[in-house]
Nanobody
Framework: QVQLVESGGGLVQAGGSLRLSCAAS??????????MGWFRQAPGKEREFVAA????????YYADYVKGRFTISRDNAKNTVYLQMNSLKPDDTAVYYC????????????????WGQGTQVTVSS
């Protein structure tokens, strides 16, 4: 069993920055073997892809609406993946979730087998 715990969310003004963290625990010996991703879900909307990173960190993928503003990274020694969010907009307001990519496309919700409980990000205008 793998547990994922997100942190770092909060309230920020438009144009501000936040750094989210996702720490893995439990059966983490294989953490570095899996790609990881961030999704978000706003009220009344479906969960949508934000960013993903390969097991080594050598490849990253972003949704068009965050490209150039968000940066995903990972520290396999700490079993942690990060999401640096800059130039935040009110439309970025959502609960942000990290997940472990098990099989399939990195931008598809069903490709992930473990999820954290989420962290709330609220961007005020």
């Amino acid at each position: 069993q793998v547990q994922l715990v997100e942190s770092g969310g909060g309230l920020v003004q438009a144009g501000g920055s936040l750094r989210l963290s996702c720490a893995a625990s439990g059966r983490t010996l294989s953490f570095s073997s899996y790609a990881m991703g961030w999704f978000r879900q706003a009220p009344g909307k479906e969960r949508e892809f934000v960013a993903a990173i390969s097991w080594s960190g050598g490849s990253t993928y972003y949704a068009d609406y965050v490209k150039g503003r968000f940066t995903i990274s990972r520290d396999n020694a700490k079993n942690t993946v990060y999401l640096q969010m800059n130039s935040l907009k009110p439309d970025d307001t959502a609960v942000y979730y990290c997940g472990r990519l098990y099989s399939g496309s990195y931008n598809t919700y069903g490709s992930y087998d473990y999820w954290g409980q989420g962290t709330q990000v609220t961007v005020s205008s």
